[in-house]
């Protein structure tokens, strides 16, 4: 069969190839076409364009974006067309997928969504357009599927697709010595997979290295972004950018200061007590905080349903809360293993289940 993927950021990727390579031990004869990145791309398949060309976030961000944003959906609408996929499998990035799924709804081509648009945390509505638009969705979080049932549309529970990628991850035992890190102990910075994300946040995550001298700040690079977001972090003392190895820093790191988005529940699957962290534009801000329907923005704490981590936002985002919270979590006070206590609830939350294959098996058994 043929498919056609599209995934439009890092964890999308991540998950994306996953997928293909459930898919392909499915389906000897798969043809894969997609939008997504490296992960993808060793997965097997044909790259149409890489997700560093389309990940854009936030309501002044898109606008600003817009007639890029706007050519690169009227391409992908027509090769999609052209393809004639006998399935189109939308990954997260509802901004975009969602018009994506519009089109091929017209054109009568068979839309799955995997890792579904956050409906739930802002116009719950939308949750009937999709129902409208999307002939079967793959969720991946526990309380999604109540959360559907609500509008009469029964979607999958998969499982969750970083339990796969945790459990696949086969860590360097030679990790500090390559890397030619010290004996302190490792504080993880992740400032996320975006340009944007990174250029507003990484500066205020590192302005507190310098009171943490007992500590060495180990920030997550990722090669395909630009070197030189990362420039000021390369010249403050007591920190080092180690690029594309986040999984080896996170399995030795004491602690954590990471971006809101998915590394704040990889970071929980690992078991490294965390700060939370996101900062956008002010028009963003403002517009979001009037918008948002749920009491939290990190995944840790709405699996939980609680505070698990301490989630600085904007203006909280600042040295001295930092500096509070990075000390609350690095000693063996009550903070950090009211975190460790929560981090094992969401475990038993998310359950065993391995996502990639069950999607993969609900897929091929739908098409059949």
């Known amino acids: 069969m043929k498919y ?19 898919l392909k031990g499915r389906d000897a004869d798969a043809e894969i076409r997609f939008w997504g990145g490296d992960y993808m791309k060793a997965a097997g398949g044909e790259l149409v364009v890489h997700y ?17 944003l706007r050519k690169f959906i009227n391409f992908c609408k027509k090769d999609v067309v052209s ?8 990954i997260d990035f509802a901004g975009f997928n969602m018009r994506i799924a519009k089109h091929a709804k017209q054109k009568g081509i068979k839309t799955f969504y995997y890792i579904s648009p956050k409906v739930w945390a802002w116009n719950q509505k939308r949750a009937l357009k999709i129902k409208a638009t999307i002939d079967r969705m793959f969720v991946i979080l526990p309380f999604e599927k109540a959360f559907y049932k609500k509008f009469d549309y029964e979607v999958d ?36 997979s975006r340009k944007q994300e990174i250029d507003n946040i990484l500066d ?10 007992d500590y060495q700040f180990v920030v997550a690079g990722i090669k395909n972004i630009p070197t030189e977001l990362y420039a000021a972090a390369g010249s403050v003392k007591n920190v080092k950018i180690i690029f594309d190895q986040t999984y080896d820093i996170l399995k030795n790191a004491h602690a954590a200061i990471v971006t809101s988005g998915t590394a704040t529940l990889e970071t929980a699957l ?34 939980a349903g609680k505070a698990v981590v301490k989630e600085l936002i904007q203006d909280d985002l600042n040295a001295k809360n930092l500096r509070e ?20 609830e969401i475990k038993v939350t998310l359950g065993d ?12 058994g739908y098409l059949s």
């Open 4 to 22: 056609y993927i599209i995934a439009g950021e890092r964890s999308g990727d991540l998950h994306g190839a996953n997928l293909i390579k459930a």
């Open 52 to 68: 560093n060309e389309i990940a854009v976030m936030g309501f002044w961000e898109v606008l600003k974006n817009y007639a890029k």
């Open 83 to 90: 393809y004639q996929p006998d399935v189109l499998i939308l």
């Open 157 to 192: 529970y998969v499982g969750n697709p970083l339990l796969d990628a945790i459990r696949d991850f086969k860590p360097n035992t030679d990790f500090i010595k390559n890397n030619k890190l010290g004996v302190k102990p490792i504080i993880a910075v992740l400032p996320g």
């Open 204 to 213: 205020i995550m590192l302005t507190i290295s310098s009171q943490f001298t």
């Open 270 to 303: 690992f078991e490294v007590p965390q700060i939370v962290c996101y900062k956008t534009s002010s028009l963003t801000y403002q517009i979001s905080k009037r918008l948002i329907m749920v009491d939290y923005i990190s995944l840790v704490n709405l699996i």
């Open 325 to 344: 919270e990075l000390d609350f979590i690095i000693g063996d006070g009550a903070k950090r293993e009211e975190q460790l206590k929560g981090y094992q």
């Open 353 to 364: 289940e391995k996502a990639s294959e069950n999607l993969s098996k609900l897929i091929v």
